[in-house]
């Protein structure tokens, strides 16, 4: 008996949506029943007279199952004081019979366990019979409440089984919750995890936790690594500042990883990475021969060429994106991806590819008309007439830079924000010919922009900032870092932005003040990051300290904070 009231106990915290069908009979009894204040409880244990039946093998009797569940026969007897089988009973009855019914739980609850003893050891019989049970009861019950259930050790039948037997039941939940839970790992976690036990190595190697491996400032990558990653056919692999230090790698372990995941790699980013056979142009010859769905290309800072980007432009079938920041790269390749991609391509960066010059830019301007994200920061063969020719044709534009070119200047700002309208992130750091003037023209054109990035512009001043601040209220980055920005700038951010910012960078802005930065973080409630880099304030910013929960200020100062993060 106290078997199947452990399993009684345990149906109180499953939801109805669970239960089992439920006879006309029983209908008709919680229809015309005055059930008391909480009978809310007697239904659901009304609607589990089924499933305690089939737990103690009386399926075909629910009298005797009823008997289990209402030891007391009485789910079915009329309380007095309702004449009518639709009125409940009186308020102050069902207080008295709830209270008592409360007192005489507490005593047999007292009396029946006793807390500083631990368990009797059973016998072999019981542990199967805990066993058997606990297991049917995980396989049949929602695993979420299940879990909750067994967190707060409410289950006398779950706790005894971990003294009776080693076996965890924790194997016994689904697979679904398990990769629920493995999801949170990384992928150097998950081969460990897979080593534990046969079940965990089923769980851990399932395809969907594998889709997106990325792997960050790795040095022990060798020929067999890469073989087993590929095996799990990635769809999108991110390898991040891993370098074959000890030179592990070969020309047949990159044959063997793309080799493996020809038919489903679509995203592949290497960047930062560096050895003997890991560089940008090995990598894209390999990947050139077998990966030819691919439709995302990182290979940014990595000293690839000419000759590796133009052999996987030629092998792709529909290159969408492009970065190759800090490579190699001359007009060639660039001219081969138009050829090929033009109707396609929706992102290209060539952020410091120095080689490039103007009438390619200008190529990309004309054919790649879909394009929505260029990044030609630090391209110094740039000209003004090429920047004109951008803004003119690619309208779709969403994302901009243009860090470090000198040809930037007020009117050229102006032709940007005026034909690009759908800009959202522009970056004008470093232009030194940018004033307040193209502040005011971002203002009047652009005034949904999110990103704005103006570090380095010493000529913006305060008198921008109130054009920006005013107009521009969903802005969440910006970055006035080096610039002419003072107190009144800083206040203006804090009284017309605070809905929206959420980043704020104005580090070496010389002229604002403790009491600026003070209003800033009192009126921004959404504000995450603040730099506060080489300003000319107070040393001493313990003042600050009740803002540390909300947000991390980065500064080179001494604030004693704990979310104060200084060099």
Known sequence: MEQYRSHVGIFRT????????????????????????????????????????????????????????????????????????????????????????????????????????RPSKASAADVGKYKSSAVAFMKTTNAWAVSEHLSKRKWDGFSETLILDHESLWLHLPDELWISIFSNLSHKDLANVAQV?????????????????????????????????????????????????????????????????????????????????????????????????????????????????????????????????????????????????????????VFGCHALTA??????????????????GRVPKVTDMCLVKIASNLHKMTTLNVTGLNVVRDRTVHHIVKQCSKLENLTLSSCCQVTDVSLVEISTYLQTIKYLDLSGCKKVTDI??????RSCRQISYLDLSSTGTG????????????????????????????????????????????????????????HFKKFSEKFKIFHDLSIPAANIIGE
């Open 197 to 349: 036990c046969q079940r965990f190595q089923y769980v851990a190697n399932d395809d969907s936790l594998w889709n997106v491996i990325e792997i960050t400032n790795c040095h022990s990558l060798n020929d067999d690594s890469l073989t087993n990653i590929g095996c799990h056919h990635p769809k999108s692999l991110t390898l991040y500042r891993c370098h074959d230090d000890i030179q592990c790698i070969t020309n047949s372990g990159l044959e063997s990883l793309f080799q493996n995941c020809k038919d489903s790699l679509t995203n592949l980013k290497m960047t930062n990475c560096s050895g003997s056979k890991f560089d940008g142009d090995t990598i894209l010859l390999h990947a050139s021969q077998h990966c030819r769905q691919l439709t995302n290309l990182d290979i940014s800072w990595n000293g690839a060429t000419d000759k590796g980007v133009i052999a996987l432009v030629e092998s792709s079938a529909c290159l969408k994106s492009l970065s190759v920041n800090g490579c190699k790269i001359t007009d060639r390749a660039i001219d081969a991806l138009v050829k090929k991609h033009s109707k396609s391509l929706i992102k290209l960066e």
């Open 359 to 376: 009438r390619c830019l200008c190529l990309v301007a004309t054919e790649c008309t879909h394009l929505q994200t260029l990044n030609i």
């Open 464 to 469: 921008g900032i109130q054009a920006l601040a």
């Open 487 to 542: 107190k009144r700038g800083v206040c203006l951010l804090a009284s017309y932005c605070y809905n929206s910012l959420e980043c704020l960078k104005i580090s070496f802005c010389m002229e604002v003040t403790s009491d600026a930065i003070e209003k800033l973080c009192n009126y921004c409630k959404r504000l995450k990051v603040l730099h506060l880099y080489g300003c000319r304030i107070s040393p001493d910013l313990g």
């Open 14 to 117: 499953v939801q109805l949506g669970a239960a089992c069908d439920v006879t006309k009979e029983e209908q008709r009894i919680c229809r015309t029943c005055a059930l008391p204040a909480r009978g809310f409880v007697w239904r659901l244990l009304l609607l589990w007279q089924p499933v305690v039946a089939r737990f103690s093998g009386l399926a075909g009797d629910r009298k005797k199952a009823r008997r289990l569940v209402f030891p007391g026969g009485g789910h079915a007897t009329r309380r007095k004081g309702s004449s009518c089988v639709q009125r409940p009973v009186s308020a102050e009855t069902t207080k008295s019979m709830s209270c008592k019914e409360d007192q005489n739980k507490k005593i047999s609850y007292h009396a029946a366990t006793n807390h500083n003893t």
